[in-house]
């Protein structure tokens, strides 16, 4: 007998006549209503990221200023960013081809992106390889990430978020930057992932 | 109103003086409870140490002593928990089916003193006076068995002359654990001391609780430190009257 | 049947265990620091959450539907991960999926791996087993490196290396990194930023050039063949997408039914787990991943046997956040180590002795490392009610013979209230011979407390005397 029929065997003979249960969900669902903007700055704030909300017209010009605020000089941009955000920003455009390696990718100064969806309640960002966003090691390696995020992407919690998602995209949602809790269980910012998390919220 | 005492095993034997307290005290509110004299123990300390045969033996001697009255008073929470919690499992993987039935009789009518206070009679000043420092410690069982939620201090803020004081971390074990204390003693010991030093802390003369095993513990290490701070249940400061002393 | 292996021997009982742990200072006030710090993070999330019952209730009742159709949604979640490129292998038991991953491992042709922090991984011992095959696994989360380079055992599900705080690490790193790569910087302080940058480095290389990564799985979604893990460092990410070849072991009861369900878990885990709205990363992936060789190995290594048990069964719900550890004063005193396995605390306390049976002293010891507070119930966010499984534990552990005498003499007392009462007069009249301290196992007692005074008259020879207090 495989390891599989034997594994599925003795579910099976481990749930012999047992019933089934009900499932209730009086959680909070999706809702229809957007999701605050107020909110969602004040919770990624709360991760101890940068936050700034500007209008259509001054995304460009705040690009430009992050990035030369942290003295960005070449950034990985991946394929589907507008265009007219990057107009103003006086630096290097990287693009990811050809792939670009970990190593190609650890020597750059920042990477900016868009994302597929913000969630208020818990100030998480979720990247889904779509346009703008690019694979996963790029938002990963660089040490800096800046992130635009459109007001409408803003839903009110984790099932507005959850129900608009694709499973079959690699996801990775982000709640500030990267962080631990071993040392005697306060949260420090900073280890693996970006120590430094920039968002533009553009109203 | 029939209403039946049940007194519990350890507030017979070693503290009388509740048992007396909760008997006046009803008296007092007008209700003249009966003493089944065929009750001894309900079968917690067996069942919780794994002896469930004993157990399911002393649940049913239990229930068949407590069975045809309108209300059961327990004044202790841990043994209130025991009958409401424990006895509809053991009922229920004993199979027999008397048994059974006098479950469902005696459960839905038993009742933690406080609860029966303040839910039955619907009393919250029940003209007590007992002018000392006192902090109340929430017992496990109280708290989070049956979930007494802030009966015992709504009934202790009526009461005349009396300062109460919280308990820091109050919702914390004692470490009592009834045949915990022995066979984790050190455990056990660790968490009583913490214990010990948070109602020093508070400077109370009296710690009181709706659970007198949970007393024994924290007050065996109190006297064990000669630290001049008396263990009472609840109920005895509920019964304490200007005229009559405590006794 | 042959004893499943948790990662850890079965050595001493737990009161012998704990009884040393009581005495050390420095663990006690670590975990103390720790533990208190991390309850009230949680407290506050969760008291944000409006819902939170309603939240604990669903994540409740959609595990343990899962359960009960286990064959039906590992088989889904087979074919999900092989239609999206992924290899399913299934693992009857510890020694197996060591064998499965070296054999994976191999043939890739490397000899290092990269590791993220993973209890069933840890519950089958598979670095020791890789070593074996000259395979070399290294640990990336912070806690896991500090136990790795330390020598040391975890002691926590979420944070291996509570027991141990930041002067302690700083040693640890200083003396150990530069035998398993990148030294410490010289002037390595032990500020948390600066132990964790040095972790940053000393990593850093390691991950951009390792080839095979193994991880296990917080959730793994039958309905789309979907793979979640929840993490706070990025460490989890660099072995999730760096590497060419990934390897999850996950145990069955991981699994998921549909997608939506995340909705529920998403929440549940974080708040639970750090105390946060929500942690700093959750990675999915489903099958092969842009080009990525996927295995998932799936592990049974006695969960069928606890899925098998009316009243155990509900400890597979765990979906190994740590709150009940961390609300526990029993852990808070005896520390992780006590409860030989990896899995300590309240969930370890009913999770080990299904897993690996009864039979050792500590195993036997396990199920009453608790006083019933009843704490961890409360916090459990799938609901698991485990003072009721400990109990239902005890009822099936085999005791000692004088706790039986007693037991049964004090079973033969209550069996009639004569008896009782004539107990009660007896001791009435011999109150003044008790003595101070009491032999034996009752000695635990007096150790450190007075007993109680016996009364002269007992309650109901009072009550018999005066008619209740009417005479
Ligand atoms: S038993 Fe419950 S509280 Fe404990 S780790 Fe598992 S899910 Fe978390």
Request: glycine letters at 8%.
């Amino acid at each position: 007998m495989s390891s599989r029929d034997l594994i599925l065997a003795r579910v099976r003979r481990a749930l012999a006549g047992v019933p089934d249960v009900e499932i209730t969900r009086a959680y909070r669902g999706p809702s229809q209503t957007p999701g605050e903007i107020r909110l969602f700055e004040e919770r990624v704030r709360d991760y101890r990221a940068m936050v700034h909300v500007v209008d259509e017209a001054g995304v460009a010009e705040r690009v430009a200023l992050s990035l030369a605020g942290r003295g960005a000089r070449r950034v990985v941009v991946p394929a589907g960013f507008p265009a007219p955000w990057l107009a103003a920003a006086d630096v290097e455009a990287v693009a990811d081809d050809p792939p670009l390696s970990a190593a190609d990718l650890d020597a750059v100064d920042g990477v900016l992106t868009t994302c597929a969806v913000a969630i208020a309640e818990t100030g998480t960002i979720v990247l889904d390889a779509g346009p703008g966003q690019g694979r996963r090691a790029l938002t990963l390696v660089p040490d800096y990430h800046l992130c635009v995020v459109r007001a409408a992407q803003v839903v009110a919690g984790v099932p507005d978020a959850v129900a608009l998602l694709a499973p079959a995209r690699p996801l990775t949602w982000i709640s500030g930057p990267s962080a631990t809790s071993d040392i005697e269980l306060n949260r420090v910012e900073g280890v693996h992932g970006p120590r430094t998390l920039e968002v533009l919220i553009v109203t | 109103m029939r209403v039946a005492l049940f007194v519990t095993c350890v507030n017979d034997t070693l503290f009388p003086d509740t048992g007396r307290a909760v008997v006046r005290l009803l008296r007092r509110l007008g209700v003249e409870a009966d003493f089944p004299r065929a009750q001894t123990c309900c079968g917690q300390m067996h069942a919780n140490t794994g002896y469930r045969d004993e157990a399911v033996r002393l649940a049913r001697r239990s229930v068949a002593a407590l069975r045809g009255y309108d209300a059961v008073v327990v004044p202790s929470g841990s043994c209130a928990a025991m009958i409401r919690e424990q006895y509809p499992k053991l009922a229920g993987s004993s199979g027999v089916t008397p048994f059974a039935d006098a479950v469902a009789q005696v459960v839905p009518r038993t009742y933690e003193l406080t609860e029966f206070l303040v839910d039955v009679l619907g009393v919250t000043d029940v003209g007590a006076y007992f002018p000392h420092r006192v902090t109340y410690h929430p017992t496990c069982h109280s708290l989070r068995g049956i979930h007494l939620g802030d009966r015992p201090l709504t009934l202790l803020r009526q009461v005349r002359g009396i300062e109460l004081v919280p308990l820091p971390g109050a919702e914390e074990c004692c470490g009592f654990g009834g045949t915990f204390a022995l066979k984790n003693a050190d455990v056990s010991a660790a968490m009583c001391a913490d214990k010990v030093r948070a109602v020093l802390d508070t400077g109370a003369e009296v710690l009181c609780a709706a659970d007198n095993s949970c007393l024994m513990h924290i007050g065996g290490m109190l006297g064990r430190q000669k630290s001049g701070v008396r263990v009472m249940h609840l109920a005895e400061i509920l019964c304490s009257a200007e005229t009559a002393g405590v006794r | 049947m042959s004893v499943t292996f948790l990662g850890m021997p079965a050595t001493r009982p737990f009161p012998r265990n704990a009884a040393r742990a009581v005495r050390d200072s420095q663990l006690r006030f670590n975990l103390r620091k720790a533990t208190r710090t991390i309850r009230a993070r949680r407290a506050s999330v969760v008291a944000e959450a409006p819902d939170w019952a309603e939240l604990r209730e669903a994540g409740r009742a959609i595990k343990e539907h899962t359960l009960r159709n286990l064959d039906r949604y590992l088989i889904q979640l087979e074919e999900a991960v092989t239609a999206a490129g992924g290899r399913v292998h299934w693992a009857a038991d510890g020694a197996e999926a060591n064998r499965i991953v070296a054999g994976l491992v191999k043939a890739t042709g490397e000899t290092e791996v990269v590791k993220v922090k993973s209890m069933a991984t840890q519950e089958i011992g598979l670095n020791e087993a890789l070593l074996e095959h000259g395979i070399t696994a290294y640990e990336t989360d912070l806690a896991e490196l500090i136990v790795q380079l330390g020598d040391d055992r975890p002691s926590h599900i979420l944070v291996p290396a509570i027991h141990r705080n930041r002067a302690e690490i700083r040693e640890i790193f200083a003396e150990h990194m530069s035998g398993w790569g990148r030294p410490a910087p010289e002037d390595l302080t032990d500020d948390p930023a600066a132990l964790a940058e040095a972790a940053r480095l000393h990593l850093r290389e390691r991950f951009l050039k390792t080839k095979v990564a193994i991880s296990g799985a917080n959730f793994a979604i039958a309905e789309t063949g979907t793979m979640v893990v929840l993490e706070s460092e990025g460490n989890g990410r660099m072995c999730l997408t760096l590497p060419r070849t990934l390897i999850s072991v996950v145990g069955i009861e991981k699994v998921l039914p549909t997608w939506r369900d995340l909705e529920v878990f998403l929440q549940l885990l974080p708040r639970s787990s750090t105390g946060e709205r929500m942690n700093p990363y959750t990675s999915t992936w489903t099958g092969a991943a842009e080009g990525q060789e996927f295995h998932l190995v799936l592990l049974d290594n006695g969960r069928t046997g606890v899925l098998a048990d009316e009243v155990g069964r509900q400890a597979l719900r765990c979906i190994r956040c740590s709150a009940c550890l961390n609300v526990c004063p029993v852990y808070e005193r005896a520390g992780g180590h006590a409860y030989g396995s990896v899995y300590p605390g309240p969930i370890g306390a009913i999770l080990t002795p299904q897993l690996r049976g009864m039979e050792s002293e500590l195993d036997r010891s396990l199920p009453y490392a608790s006083s019933l507070c009843g704490a961890c119930y409360e916090v459990c966010p799938v609901a698991i009610d485990i003072p009721s499984v400990l109990v239902d534990l005890r009822a099936r552990a085999r005791h000692p013979w004088p706790e039986r005498a007693g037991m049964a003499a004090a079973g033969w007392v209550f069996e009639r209230s004569g008896r009782l009462a004539r107990l009660q007069r007896a001791g009435g009249r011999l109150r003044r011979l008790v003595p101070r301290r009491l032999p034996g196992p009752l000695g635990g007692w007096t150790d450190t407390r007075d007993l109680p005074e016996v009364p002269r008259e007992s309650f109901r020879d009072w009550w018999d005397r005066t008619d209740g207090g009417r005479r």
